[in-house]
C-alpha cells in the first residue's frame, strides 16, 4: 500500500534541518548545506546534477532509495523557492533548472494560486492553496499504488507530523552543531503521537535514523 | 592541563537529556532510562554495582573512560537527589548507597547549604550555595592536574554550557524519541558559544558525538 515518507532529512546535532535566513544564495539557509554534507558527496547526488562519479557505499544506498520510487511529492512553498507573498510572474521555476529531480507530479503548499508547470522529465508542478490535507488527496490519486515523499521544508515535515500523517521518516543525522535554524522537532510531542525509532544505521557522513509509527 | 568535561550523556533524537517528573521511583526521570541503556549492560556500569560480566566494546570503552581519572566531580541539585527546597534533615545521602561512584571530591549545586558527607571510598559531597563559578573554584582546587567532571543533569550542563566553561562534551545519542523531558540544547547557540562536533563514533546501543570548543 501507498505510504507517506520522509526521507533523506539532514538534522544537526542541536535539532535543527535548515538553517535559517533561506534566500536565492541560500536555499538551504545559512550553514544549511553543513546538513547535506552527506548527500552532496554520493553518486546519487552528483548523476541527479549530470555530473559523473560520486561515492557509492551506505549514504549513497539511502539516497538513492529516497530518490525512487515515488508516486508523487509535496513540498513547502520554501522548498519551492525563495519567493514570498504573492507570485509576482510565473518566471520562479523551482531550484532545479529546466529538469527538476522529481519526475512525478509534485504539489507545492502555497496560500497563493497558479497554473500547473509542466518541467522536463517528468515533474509537474500543482499549486495547493487549501492545506495539507487537500494536498495529500491529490497526491494519492496522482500516486496509485506508490509512496508520497514529503520532501521538505521542516515547518511542513511538523505540520505533517502533527497531523498524523506520515507513516514512515527516515532522517540522517550529521556531527555538526548548527546554532540556529529551523527545529525539526521542538514542541512536538512525537512519542505521543505513536513515532519510534525503529532502526539506527551509521553511514560514511551521518547516522541514518528510520523512524515508524505504532498505531 | 585539568579540562572541564561532560560524559556519557544519554541523549534521545529529539533532544533531551532526561525525562520528566524526576522522583524517587524516576531518578531519570519517566522514560529516561531509556537514554541510559547503552551504559545500563556494560562491564562498567555492572561491575560498579557490584555484579560480575557486562558487556565490552565501543560503548563499555566510552563507559569506563567517563568514570575514570577524574580530579572531582560537579553536580546539580536534582541529580543528587529528589528532595527539594530545604533538606528536611540529614538522611539523604544521594541515589548510590553507601558507596558512590565518584571516588572523589563532589560539589552538588544547592541553594541551602548542608554540611559535608564523607562517604565510603573516597566521595566527599561538599554542598555549594554560590553558584557554578565557585563549585568549579572549589572543583579546580581538589582535582589538581586532573579532570572536573560535570555530572549533570541537563539543567546544570545548560548553565556551565552558557557560561562558556566547558572544555569538551561526550554525549551517547541513542535512537529513541523520548516526547517531552529535559531538553540539552534547546534555546542555546552553541555554535556560537564556539561549540563543534569533533568526531562521530557508533557504538553497540548509541551514537558517540564528541563535542570540542574552538576558541
Given at each position: 500500500m501507498s505510504k507517506v515518507v520522509v526521507q533523506s532529512i539532514g538534522l544537526s546535532l542541536?535539532?535543527?534541518?535548515a538553517g535559517t535566513d533561506q534566500s536565492l544564495e541560500n536555499p538551504l539557509g545559512v550553514l544549511g548545506p553543513e546538513l547535506m554534507e552527506w548527500f552532496f558527496p554520493t553518486k546519487t547526488f552528483i548523476e541527479q546534477h549530470g555530473g559523473e562519479g560520486g561515492e557509492t557505499g551506505i549514504d549513497d544506498g539511502f539516497a538513492a532509495e529516497s530518490m525512487s520510487g515515488k508516486g508523487a511529492w509535496i513540498l513547502g512553498r520554501n522548498m519551492f523557492g525563495p519567493v514570498r507573498g504573492p507570485w509576482p510572474d510565473d518566471e520562479w521555476k523551482g531550484w532545479w533548472g529546466g529538469e527538476p529531480p522529481y519526475h512525478v507530479p509534485t504539489f507545492v503548499l502555497t496560500h497563493h494560486a497558479r497554473e500547473p508547470i509542466e518541467m522536463k522529465g517528468g515533474t509537474t508542478f500543482h499549486f495547493v492553496t487549501d492545506g495539507i490535507h487537500s494536498a495529500l488527496q491529490q497526491a494519492r490519486a496522482a500516486a496509485g499504488y506508490k509512496d508520497i515523499r514529503i520532501g521538505g521544508g521542516a515547518a511542513t515535515i511538523r505540520q505533517f507530523l502533527e497531523a498524523g500523517l506520515i507513516d514512515e521518516m527516515h532522517l540522517a543525522l550529521r556531527?555538526?552543531?548548527?546554532?540556529?535554524?529551523?527545529?525539526?522537532?521542538?514542541?512536538?510531542d512525537l512519542r505521543e503521537l505513536g513515532y519510534q525509532v525503529g532502526k539506527m544505521v551509521p553511514g560514511e557522513r551521518a547516522v541514518h535514523m528510520f523512524i515508524t509509527r505504532i498505531s
Amino acid at each position: 500500500m501507498s505510504k507517506v515518507v520522509v526521507q533523506s532529512i539532514g538534522l544537526s546535532l542541536d535539532g535543527f534541518a535548515a538553517g535559517t535566513d533561506q534566500s536565492l544564495e541560500n536555499p538551504l539557509g545559512v550553514l544549511g548545506p553543513e546538513l547535506m554534507e552527506w548527500f552532496f558527496p554520493t553518486k546519487t547526488f552528483i548523476e541527479q546534477h549530470g555530473g559523473e562519479g560520486g561515492e557509492t557505499g551506505i549514504d549513497d544506498g539511502f539516497a538513492a532509495e529516497s530518490m525512487s520510487g515515488k508516486g508523487a511529492w509535496i513540498l513547502g512553498r520554501n522548498m519551492f523557492g525563495p519567493v514570498r507573498g504573492p507570485w509576482p510572474d510565473d518566471e520562479w521555476k523551482g531550484w532545479w533548472g529546466g529538469e527538476p529531480p522529481y519526475h512525478v507530479p509534485t504539489f507545492v503548499l502555497t496560500h497563493h494560486a497558479r497554473e500547473p508547470i509542466e518541467m522536463k522529465g517528468g515533474t509537474t508542478f500543482h499549486f495547493v492553496t487549501d492545506g495539507i490535507h487537500s494536498a495529500l488527496q491529490q497526491a494519492r490519486a496522482a500516486a496509485g499504488y506508490k509512496d508520497i515523499r514529503i520532501g521538505g521544508g521542516a515547518a511542513t515535515i511538523r505540520q505533517f507530523l502533527e497531523a498524523g500523517l506520515i507513516d514512515e521518516m527516515h532522517l540522517a543525522l550529521r556531527p555538526v552543531i548548527l546554532g540556529r535554524g529551523e527545529p525539526l522537532f521542538a514542541g512536538l510531542d512525537l512519542r505521543e503521537l505513536g513515532y519510534q525509532v525503529g532502526k539506527m544505521v551509521p553511514g560514511e557522513r551521518a547516522v541514518h535514523m528510520f523512524i515508524t509509527r505504532i498505531s
